[in-house]
């Protein structure tokens, strides 16, 4: 097996500490940074996430791949800037105000950042006007809002106008999403898209910034 594909196979099954052996074991043998985050981790982030959207693993299977991917992206950041590696784009993240929820948000990032995104993770209980504040200082192309409670999803409309008042609708997409959000409520809120799960949220990305 090549050391990518043990790469991803580590990845897979969260064995971080074979991740950092393995990648910095790739660097040596001449396999370029990028490469080694598209065709090792990103490959095993993508398969994790393909079967977590199909019900195969769960949330705790999710949480230490991601670990593992985390891991191996540290050791890689020095060298994919070095090499110019461009991000896809900037997402500001957060779970809106009043909502203390993160394992969902958590997982977001983590297909987000799988899928070569750059994450300003503002954590939970995000103010409309952070999302708008951050959005601005960091040139985020994406506002992606989470929310778990039905008494916190009015904040996302909210976000959504804060940014109309803020005169940046046209340079920013909005995706919002948790268990009580539906395609329907994004609709009618006026955001630009809604996502069931993390997975699809960071192909959705993806799509939105292409
Ligand atoms: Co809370 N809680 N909780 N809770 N909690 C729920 C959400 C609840 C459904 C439980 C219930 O009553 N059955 C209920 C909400 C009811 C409602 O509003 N309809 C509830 C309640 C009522 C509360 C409190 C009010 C309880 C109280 O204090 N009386 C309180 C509120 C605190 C607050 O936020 N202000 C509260 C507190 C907590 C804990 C702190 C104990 C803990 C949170 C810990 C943490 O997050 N660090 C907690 C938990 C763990 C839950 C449950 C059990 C699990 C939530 C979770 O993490 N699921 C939850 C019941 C349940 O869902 N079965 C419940 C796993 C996670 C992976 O799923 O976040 O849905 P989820 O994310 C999914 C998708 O939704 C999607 O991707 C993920 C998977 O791929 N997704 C996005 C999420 N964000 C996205 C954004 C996107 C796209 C997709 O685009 C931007």
Redo the contacts with the bound molecule.
């Keep these: 097996m090549s050391t990518l594909s043990e790469i991803s196979e580590a990845l897979q099954k969260g064995r971080a500490k074979l991740v950092k052996t393995l990648v910095p074991q790739a660097l040596e043998e001449g396999v370029p940074a990028q490469q080694i985050l598209e065709e090792g981790l990103l490959a095993g982030m993508s398969i994790i996430g393909e079967k977590?959207k199909n019900n195969e693993v769960f949330?705790p299977e999710v949480l230490v791949a991601a670990r593992a991917m985390n891991a191996g992206t540290e050791l890689l950041k020095p060298h994919l800037a070095a090499a110019g590696a461009e991000s896809k784009g900037k997402v500001c993240?957060g779970t809106v105000k009043?909502?203390?929820?993160?394992?969902?948000?958590n997982?977001?990032r983590m297909m987000f950042e799988g899928k070569g995104l750059e994450v300003v993770d503002l954590g939970?209980?995000v103010a409309p006007e952070t999302f708008v504040q951050a959005a601005i200082d960091n040139d985020c192309r994406i506002i992606?809002?989470?929310?778990?409670?039905?008494?916190?999803m009015p904040v996302m409309g909210e976000v959504v106008e804060q940014v109309k008042s803020a005169g940046i609708r046209d340079k920013v997409k909005i995706?919002?999403?948790?268990?009580?959000?539906t395609d329907k409520f994004a609709q009618t809120i006026g955001a630009d898209a809604?996502?069931?799960?993390?997975?699809?949220?960071a192909e959705k990305a993806v799509e939105l910034l292409s």
């Design positions: 977590f949330v993240l009043g909502d203390l929820h993160d394992i969902g948000k997982l977001v939970v209980d992606a809002c989470s929310a778990l409670l039905t008494t916190t995706m919002v999403g948790g268990a009580p959000v809604y996502t069931a799960d993390a997975a699809t949220a």
